[in-house]
T-cell receptor, first 110, second 116 residues
Framework: GENVGLHLPTLSVQEGDNSIINCAYS??????FIWYKQESGKGPQFIID?????DKRQGQRVTVLLNKTVKHLSLQIAATQPGDSAVYFC?????????FGTGTSLTVIP | NAGVMQNPRHLVRRRGQEARLRCSPM?????VYWYRQLPEEGLKFMVY????????ESGMPKERFSAEFPKEGPSILRIQQVVRGDSAAYFC??????????????FGNGTRLTVT
């Protein structure tokens, strides 16, 4: 399989602060990247995606940045809320396949 | 607007029994993926199927595991003669036909298999 890794396995942030979750990917052929959020006992939930022809994409309170030169992906969450506490996974997709990292556990401190 | 449906949510099997996990993809989705997740770990790819075809089974153990996605009905992940090491959460995901537009995977809430 592919090696999609995360720099920080755990992250604690104060409510209201911004969160940054990082991800390294390994396959230069990957042209599509996705961030997922997984809450306890549930399946991964789509947050935001980005294609390789872009380097930044914004959603509601979330921004994904892609640096193809160093094969790095990040997820920024603005004004983090307690409901953001979850495990976050990045996924890379070459062709029709999807490879996931081990995840970062985000804890929001009220 | 039904999402990906998996059943059962929890499944308990004794060693040596068979486990059958079902997945109904989202309406209009013809691609199904199965992933396995151990506690505190990521999602490990097992198999990718389209209707009546296995496209990639490189993540599936060679023995005891099989998957199908028939023309009619749900996708089935079948584990024969289960062992304790098969205990895990198994997630199914689906996506529409992938052409030039990328589409994310949509996941079900998984089946938690416990082998006693």
């Amino acid at each position: 399989g592919e090696n999609v890794g995360l720099h920080l396995p755990t992250l604690s942030v104060q409510e209201g602060d911004n969160s940054i979750i990082n991800c390294a990917y390994s396959n230069s052929a990957s042209d599509y990247f996705i961030w997922y959020k997984q809450e306890s006992g549930k399946g991964p939930q789509f947050i935001i995606d980005i294609r390789s022809n872009m380097d930044k994409r914004q959603g509601q309170r979330v921004t994904v940045l892609l640096n193809k030169t160093v094969k790095h992906l990040s997820l920024q969450i603005a004004a983090t809320q307690p409901g953001d506490s979850a495990v976050y996974f990045c996924a890379e997709s070459p062709s029709n396949q999807f490879y996931f990292g081990t995840g970062t556990s985000l804890t929001v401190i009220p | 607007n039904a999402g990906v449906m998996q059943n059962p949510r929890h499944l308990v099997r004794r060693r040596g029994q068979e486990a059958r996990l079902r997945c109904s993809p989202m309406k209009g989705h013809s691609h199904v993926y199965w992933y396995r997740q151990l506690p505190e770990e990521g999602l490990k790819f097992m198999v990718y199927l389209q209707k009546e075809n296995i496209i990639d089974e490189s993540g599936m153990p060679k023995e005891r595991f099989s998957a199908e996605f028939p023309k009619e009905g749900p996708s089935i992940l079948r584990i024969q003669q289960v062992v304790r090491g098969d205990s895990a959460a198994y997630f199914c995901a689906s996506s529409p036909r992938r052409g030039q537009d990328n589409s994310p995977l949509h996941f079900g809430n998984g089946t938690r298999l416990t082998v006693t």
